[in-house]
């Protein structure tokens, strides 16, 4: 083979080498930029609200609670205890047991003294402790469980951020909060409340709240919290947005977003000043009222698309995937679920208030 003959046969090679590495390093960037652009929209459903294949109509059973209930904010699931937080009255929190049908006493009363905290209350039930966060007072508290039999004291564990509003406790050490944060949560260790590890980002399924103030997004997606402690995940929904997270089981690194979805369609004004308003617009779906955990399962409160009136319960894994449609024809305000007994207790409009229980 003359030389003449080799330079072209060389310069092919090369020129095929080169465009190989060029088409390597291009499919190289686009791997890099999936996995960066993933970090923001991974896990993030972009379709509204859930169709479900399994619909079921609720079937309520009155339970004879011996008083008339007041203005109820939560029913809360212990053994065979409920725990009633109300808005109004001398004591804030009862103790109903479901075995005897009778009231076993008082928590928390209405005050400034020991035992006493003023409303509005936030309850949680992790583990073996009830835990009790006087929004008003920014003041965070817990009663564990294995006193109840004998003296109830309410230990407080100090005043806490007063960004912070909603909470879910992680452990006995670390609490998740929702309120005015720069991020969407706020993650603080118990031993040092004064520093709030802040996290996630603020919904911005509607183009235009992009651009709003952090405060005006805090206050529209004011958020509740349910979690599963045997999984490490935590789910947080504000009456248009559900997201799930992960959490690490003992340190103080970030939760990370497992899964976000938007539940209904929305828009919504803000006023600067003083003090920051939200007012949503006419026309959204107000779709999620409440979250509790059952354990294996989510229950989402949600508003019915035909009696705006009626509240419906929508039950959905821990990824997030719906797994059925519980019907209620009822006004519900507030619910607790045991998976473990098939059972879940609410607090009905009928046209009074009654507590009732119902089967999952």
């Not at 937080?85 to 005050?111: P, R």
Request: charged fraction near 25%.
């Amino acid at each position: 083979m003359s030389y003449i003959n080799l330079v072209p046969f060389y310069l092919y090679r090369r020129i095929t080498e080169i465009l190989y590495m060029k088409k390597l390093i291009l499919m190289m960037c686009a791997f890099l930029c999936v996995q960066c652009t993933g970090k923001k929209v991974a896990n993030v459903d972009d379709t509204i609200g859930y169709d479900f294949e399994l619909q079921e109509q609720m079937s309520f059973k009155e339970v004879a609670y011996p008083d008339l209930l007041g203005s109820t904010m939560q029913l809360m699931k212990k053994d065979s205890f409920l725990f009633i937080n109300e808005f109004h009255g001398d004591s804030l929190i009862h103790i109903f047991n479901l075995k005897t049908a009778q009231k076993e006493g008082n928590l928390v009363a209405s005050g400034n003294g020991p035992n006493e905290l003023i409303s509005p209350l936030e309850l949680q039930i992790v583990d073996d402790n009830l835990w009790v966060l006087s929004r008003q007072l920014h003041l965070l508290n817990h009663i564990p469980f294995s006193a109840l039999d004998e003296n109830p004291v309410l230990l407080k564990d100090g005043l806490i951020k007063s960004e912070a509003d909603c909470f879910i406790p992680l452990d006995e050490n670390r609490i998740v909060f929702s309120g005015f944060f720069k991020k969407r949560y706020g993650l603080m260790n118990l031993n040092d409340r004064e520093v709030i590890n802040e996290f996630g980002d603020y919904p911005d399924f509607w183009a235009d709240e992009k651009d709003f103030p952090t405060e005006a997004k805090a206050m529209f997606h004011q958020s509740r919290f349910a979690i599963n402690t045997d999984k490490h995940l935590f789910a947080s929904c504000s009456y248009f947005v559900l997201e799930i997270y992960s959490y690490d089981s003992k340190g103080m690194d970030a939760p990370e977003l497992k899964y976000r979805k938007q539940l209904g369609k929305y828009e919504y004004d803000f006023e600067s000043g003083g003090r920051v308003t939200a007012t949503m617009r006419p026309g959204a779906d107000l779709v999620s009222v409440d979250i509790v955990s059952g354990g294996e399962y989510l229950y989402v409160l949600i508003q019915d698309e035909k009696n705006r009136k009626h509240r419906n319960l929508m039950v959905l894994d821990w990824a997030g995937k719906p797994i059925k449609l519980l019907k209620s024809g009822k006004r519900i305000t507030c619910l607790a679920v045991d998976e473990k007994e098939g059972v879940g207790y609410c607090i009905i409009q009928d046209p009074e208030d009654k507590l009732v229980s119902f089967r999952l």
